[in-house]
């Protein structure tokens, strides 16, 4: 093979025989003219589609301010928050609550800390003591004067409450009261407790005075409902501040 | 031997022009051989530091710590090998097609000195602590005008050549020489302006960090290798082109779409939202051009398959625009928000990066290079046991780095998606993958010590002095 492809042009420097690479490979390449296909074209029309609605469903108009477009920003997995279930109590201190807002914080406010010349509900004798007594005040309210805390309150008179606030609304909001102004974290008012109060006191005409009321020690007979945990000092202390979030 | 016997004149012309570009065409090959084998080194020890900072981990070299043993790595592969590589087969492709000698290839040359002291002076800087931290812009602040400068002389040769073409019809590869010659030059210097000399919002600045990586992989690595695909495939066929219409679409199509990428990387980001919108869709039409020219290749093959097997050009071609297909593909579903949140911010992202610059960008110049060098040189490569042990370890170390990262990659991103557990998590999630990574980092290691190996002995006229090509099958042809 060698022999026969060997050159004899002297002219040249170099000779065909002296490229072995460059003369074996093929001639340079051309073009053909092969027609695009159908199917291509097809290919082609459904990226143009694919990207055109892309381009429309993520653009946000092309506004310059909108930076979050549906479908970008994922949401937030479901996070498993525990979501503590409520317990009875808190259910029933809830239900207290709600009666407090809508009848008892207009004065008392929100905190129980009264104003002016009505008298505060935190820590107050009047709450965390005898319970019959406590009813008294909500079924046939009061009137001065009283000594709560150490202060004098006497100029105020409050209403009662027998007629608007049935006996499970009063049970709730004394024991909401009494939980969370008065620290009595281990006992609820029930409204067995209420009707009979109501029953001994509910036919008073006048407003309580401080003389009309019954002893400090002098508490409403019933029994502690069966859902209440018999040792709700560790439960139901962090369950008491809960119910103001 | 089958083949047509060329006319002697033109044999006697082709080697001619070989010759006129031997000395600049051979400068930057074995510079790019040399960059690659420092930046998979540095690849290997980036890795490794990934998951064991331990590593190496001696007083004298503390500057091969992650953050900047990773941005060199990077900085040596992309400016270091890509595109010098590619300038080396743009300048043989451009003579070789325009049919002309070139002129005064010193030139080049200095321009390819520019070049590597740049690239040295950015490696050396960023061991130095005075890197940027910008993905693929990591070099200090001065190196780029150098890059800039450098590169503008080799478009300049470049254009020269073209003018002084020989008429006829304007092949293909040398459109795409033409484009990746102006548009590196408009991305480098807009991306550099933006950043670092007019730098805006912190924002913009990562819009047009983001913008540049995907134009860089649109617009200038794939011109330049599918320059030689297109070139090679028919050449060592010998046969013509599938279809002109075909390469005349994905070429436009390639041009008008590519300028646009990259964004899409920010989806949901705080940028305004058309900007990550029109980057998706850029990828998503991007499919278009990428269709023409994989159809356009593969019906040129068609019925040859087997010539894969036996050319070594054909095979790391072969291999290379299949990896481009892969890669665009993926980019497409990526801007679809389920898949792109879970490949934004990971591992994935240097998976995508791999496949582009090694699994597409390399295979196609190591293809280039197995076929030019000998014409070059005048002897042929000296065995092809080492050239099958190049492509074995390089494909199945680049699929596997490839593989690991992306799997890696959506582990790692499932977990930082997890709001309630801690970020560690997903940190520790990625480490198995980031070991993988360091496993496939050897083989490639060992591909391409001894690719470096064997155009070293090329270079140095150790070749063998044959008739016969080096193949890596049995079949009889050219290549």
Not at chain 2, 80 to 106: D, F, S, T
Not at chain 2, 153 to 180: C, D, N
Not at chain 2, 456 to 476: C, N, T, W, Y
Request: with cysteine.
């Amino acid at each position: 093979m060698s022999d026969e492809l060997q050159n004899h042009d002297y002219e040249h420097k170099t000779s065909v025989r002296d490229h072995g690479s460059v003369r074996r490979e093929k001639q340079e390449p051309k073009t053909g003219l092969e027609p695009i296909t159908l199917s291509l074209v097809a290919a082609c029309a459904a990226a143009l589609m694919i990207g055109g609605g892309y381009l429309g469903a993520k653009s946000g108009g092309f506004d310059f301010a909108s930076t979050t477009v549906n479908g970008y920003v994922p949401d937030p997995p479901d996070i498993e928050i525990a979501a503590a279930e409520l317990s009875e109590l808190d259910k029933y201190l809830a239900g207290g609550e709600a009666v407090y807002k809508a009848t008892c914080n207009g004065c008392h406010q929100v905190t129980g800390g009264g104003q002016g010349q009505i008298p505060p509900l935190v820590d107050a004798e009047w709450v965390t003591e005898g319970t019959e007594r406590f009813a008294q005040i909500i079924l046939n309210g009061m009137t001065g004067p009283i000594s709560v805390n150490g202060k004098s309150f006497g100029s105020q008179m409050m209403p009662p409450q027998k007629g608007s606030l049935n006996d499970k609304q009063i049970a709730q909001v004394m024991s909401f009261v009494r939980h969370k102004f008065g620290g009595v974290t281990d006992i609820v008012v029930t409204k067995e407790m209420v009707a009979a109060a109501r029953e001994k006191h509910g036919a008073q005409a006048n407003i309580n005075t401080v003389a009309s009321l019954a002893a400090a020690d002098s508490y409403l007979p019933g029994e502690q409902p069966e859902w209440l945990n018999p040792e709700p000092a560790e439960d139901a202390a962090p369950a008491a501040a809960e119910p103001e979030n | 031997m089958p083949e047509d016997n060329p006319a002697d004149e033109d044999v006697l012309h082709r080697a001619a022009i070989d010759r006129s570009v031997r000395l600049p065409v051979l400068f930057f090959f074995t510079s790019a051989a040399a960059w690659l084998a420092v930046s998979v080194v540095l690849g290997f020890i980036q890795s490794m530091k990934l998951h064991s900072p331990g590593f190496l981990d001696f007083p004298c070299l503390h500057f091969l710590q992650y953050g900047r043993s990773n941005p060199a790595f990077m900085g040596a592969l992309v400016y270091g090998w890509a595109i010098q590589a590619g300038l080396g087969v743009c300048i043989w492709l451009m003579a070789r097609l325009c049919r002309a000698e070139i002129k005064n290839p010193i030139t080049l040359i200095v321009a390819g000195h520019f070049w590597n002291i740049g690239v040295l002076l950015g490696v050396l800087g960023i061991f130095t602590g005075h890197s940027t931290s910008i993905e693929w812009l990591a070099f200090p602040k001065a190196v780029w005008p150098i890059l800039f400068v450098a590169y503008s002389l080799v478009v300049v040769w470049l254009f020269t050549l073209f003018q002084r073409r020989k008429p006829g019809e304007v092949y293909i590869s040398v459109l795409y020489i033409l484009g990746a010659c102006l548009w590196f030059p408009w991305i480098y210097l807009t991306a550099n302006v933006f950043i670092h000399v007019l730098p805006g919002s912190p924002i913009a600045k990562a819009a047009t960090s983001a913008w540049y990586l995907g134009s860089m992989t649109y617009l200038v690595l794939a011109p330049m290798a599918l320059a030689s695909a297109y070139y090679f495939i028919p050449k060592i066929l010998g046969r013509p082109i599938y279809s002109s219409y075909l390469s005349t679409l994905g070429f436009w199509g390639l041009a008008i779409v590519g300028g646009w990428t990259g964004i899409q990387k920010f989806m949901g980001g705080p940028l305004p939202a058309w900007m990550p919108a029109v980057s998706g869709a850029a990828v998503i039409f991007a499919i278009i051009p990428v269709c023409a020219i994989a159809v356009n290749h593969h019906m040129t093959l068609r019925g040859q398959h087997k010539l894969i097997e036996s050319s070594p050009t054909m095979r790391f071609t072969a291999v290379g625009a299949a990896a481009f297909t892969f890669y665009c593909v993926f980019s497409a579903l990526n801007a679809f928000y389920p898949l792109g949140a879970l490949t934004q911010l990971s591992q994935t992202t240097m998976a995508f990066q791999l496949l582009a610059v090694y699994g597409f960008f390399s295979m196609c110049m190591f293809g280039a290079i197995y076929f030019i060098v000998p014409r070059l040189v005048g002897c042929e490569w000296v065995s092809g046991r080492r050239i099958r042990f190049h492509f074995w370890f390089s494909t199945y170390g680049m699929i596997s780095l490839v593989a690991v990262h992306f799997l890696g990659g959506l582990w790692q991103s499932h977990a930082y998606a997890q709001f309630d557990v801690p970020l560690e998590n997903a940190i520790s999630a990625g480490r198995p993958y980031a070991i993988g990574a360091s496993v496939a980092w050897v083989f490639i290691i060992a591909s391409n010590v001894m690719f470096l190996y064997h155009l070293s002995l090329m270079v140095f006229r150790l070749g063998r002095k044959s008739e016969q090509p080096a193949m890596i099958g049995h079949a009889d042809h050219t290549g």
